[in-house]
T-cell receptor
Framework: EPEVTQTPSHQVTQMGQEVILRCVPISNHLYFYWYRQILGQKVEFLVSFYNNEISEKSEIFDDQFSVERPDGSNFTLKIRSTKLEDSAMYFC???????????FGQGTRLTVV | GDSVTQMEGPVTLSEEAFLTINCTYT??????LFWYVQYPGEGLQLLLK?????DKGSNKGFEATYRKETTSFHLEKGSVQVSDSAVYFC????????????????FGSGTQLTVLP
């Protein structure tokens, strides 16, 4: 069964460092998403991506964040200068059409120390 | 803006007990409603969905009915199993308004369910 894969599963980084979270969406999907979940809180939307550009983004997705689909396969989330409050589980998702039929990866747990 | 409110967890039940997890929503339009499940160490998986009022979504013995009059989408299962232990998320979303629009989901806070043998 096709699945969304995310790497790494857990990343620890020092405050101020750049991190890149990687995702391989399902191959025939056209829409890509990043969500995050701070421990004990809601799953929050960060950004959606279609046709090689950002479709929508939340207020969380500020200038420290960027997304890229560098090679038609991977979908990455970069955090330029991490803060302690960026510690969270980051989920990648992809869908053929509607947001509700999105398939999620298993998540990357980011810990900023 | 849109929001989803789920009952607070954690919920602990004995095997074969009846499960209800409450979910209510506020929405500016006419969303579709979803339940996602997250098993330990795994990603979110779509459990069931309903796209319009009075629709009932069902899967793996779980059911939820889209109630527009009460703005609710409560998840139920008649007899839970130990393997149902997971975190359950209620969510709402809208279909893409055009082929270039990737509309996102709005999630509730999740409810941890533990089923004891």
């Amino acid at each position: 069964e096709p699945e969304v894969t995310q790497t790494p599963s857990h990343q620890v980084t020092q405050m101020g460092q750049e991190v890149i979270l990687r995702c391989v969406p399902i191959s025939n999907h056209l829409y890509f998403y990043w969500y995050r979940q701070i421990l004990g809180q809601k799953v929050e939307f960060l950004v959606s991506f279609y046709n090689n550009e950002i479709s929508e983004k939340s207020e969380i997705f500020d200038d420290q964040f960027s997304v890229e689909r560098p090679d038609g396969s991977n979908f990455t989330l970069k955090i330029r200068s991490t803060k302690l409050e960026d510690s969270a589980m980051y989920f990648c998702a992809s869908s053929v059409r509607t947001a509700g039929e999105a398939f999620f990866g298993q998540g990357t747990r980011l810990t900023v120390v | 803006g849109d929001s989803v409110t789920q009952m607070e967890g954690p919920v602990t039940l004995s095997e074969e007990a009846f499960l209800t997890i409450n979910c209510t929503y506020t929405a500016t339009g006419y969303p579709s409603l979803f339940w996602y499940v997250q098993y330990p160490g795994e990603g979110l998986q779509l459990l069931l969905k309903a796209t319009k009022a009075d629709d009932k979504g069902s899967n793996k013995g779980f059911e939820a009915t889209y109630r527009k009059e009460t703005t609710s989408f409560h998840l139920e299962k008649g007899s839970v199993q130990v393997s149902d232990s997971a975190v359950y998320f209620c969510a709402l979303g809208y279909p893409a308004i055009s082929s270039g629009s990737a509309r996102q989901l709005t999630f509730g806070s999740g409810t941890q369910l533990t089923v004891l043998p």
